[in-house]
């Protein structure tokens, strides 16, 4: 049996507290690891606008796990996010080596435009004197 690459993408409630999202985040990062996964990559989304309700919740918090494990690992991490009701949806995919290098290209494409970004000069938005007196005439 060999390794895979795998994304796990995981809907929280959002109406949970910060401190409860972290642990949340960390008891699955403790799942995978004590299962011989090892983590790779962690997206943290945060909360966002559904766009239907899921279990009666319109806004959401997301976290994108990427680790490679063996095969066996995802029917206990599946059946964890199962039996937690904070967890709301989840999706677990094996990455592909196509997909992997484009995430590969689409972190190296963000990290340009980021540096495009910085050198962008910033416009100062002051006025002149003469702009600014305004005068209000009496009705």
């Known amino acids: 049996m060999s390794r895979h ?3 796990s ?25 004590s299962n ?11 909360r966002k606008r559904l766009a239907y309700q ?3 919740s319109k806004i959401g918090y997301y976290t994108i796990f990427r680790f490679n494990s063996f095969p066996d690992l995802i029917p ?14 989840y999706l677990t995919i094996t990455l592909s ?11 190296a494409r963000l990290a340009q435009l980021a540096e495009e970004v910085e050198e962008i000069p ?6 002149d004197e003469s702009e600014a007196e305004i005068t209000v005439k009496d009705v």
């Open 97 to 107: 080596k196509d997909a992997l290098e484009q995430i590969e290209i689409d972190k």
């Open 76 to 89: 206990k991490l599946e059946r964890y996010y199962q039996l937690d009701e904070s967890i709301l949806r």
């Open 36 to 46: 011989g996964g090892e983590i790779l990559e962690i997206e943290d989304w945060g």
């Open 5 to 7: 690459v795998y994304e």
């Open 122 to 127: 910033i416009v100062s938005t002051e006025t």
């Open 54 to 56: 899921v279990k009666k």
């Open 9 to 33: 993408a995981i809907l929280m409630n959002a109406a949970l507290e910060d401190e409860a999202i972290k642990n949340l985040i960390e008891r699955i990062k403790e799942t995978i690891t």
